[in-house]
């Protein structure tokens, strides 16, 4: 856990979200600023600055994160489909230094995206 880093501190209880799925590696909240009518954040456990940091030994835990935005989709009754997005870096738009997953649904999503 990185002290400063703000989904670690949501991670350890010290920032209120509400968590819409857990399990060992990974939870799902919504996103403070939704874009879309759904709009939450897969955020694994384990702290990992970016998909750039990503190494070999990650790879398991990206599928898991993968295979998690596609159940919590169907939790929230995506059937008409969603989009996951991983904003890497600066002119990848993150913000939150914590790798996480956006999934969006509820809305038609334009391509290309902004
Ligand atoms: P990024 O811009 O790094 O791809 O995504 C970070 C996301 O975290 C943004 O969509 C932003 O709205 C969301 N966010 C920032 N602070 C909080 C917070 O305290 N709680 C929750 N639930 N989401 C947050
Ligand atoms: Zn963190």
């Not at 399990?23 to 709009?39: K, M, S």
């Not at 295979?67 to 969603?82: M, N």
């Not at 989009?83 to 999934?103: A, D, P």
Request: net charge neutral.
């Amino acid at each position: 856990m990185a002290n400063e880093c703000l989904f670690c501190r949501i991670l350890a209880g010290k920032i209120p979200a509400t968590f819409v799925y857990e399990d060992d590696l990974c939870v799902a909240f919504p996103d403070i600023n939704p874009q879309a009518r759904a709009h939450v954040l897969i955020v694994p456990k384990e702290h990992l600055v970016s998909l750039a940091y990503a190494a070999p030994k990650h790879t398991a835990l990206l599928g898991h994160l993968m295979a998690t935005a596609a159940e919590v989709a169907r939790r929230q009754h995506l059937e008409r489909g969603y989009r996951v997005v991983v904003n890497t870096g600066t002119e990848g738009g993150q913000t939150v230094e914590h790798l996480h997953l956006h999934l969006l649904g509820g809305r038609y999503m334009d391509w290309p995206p902004g």
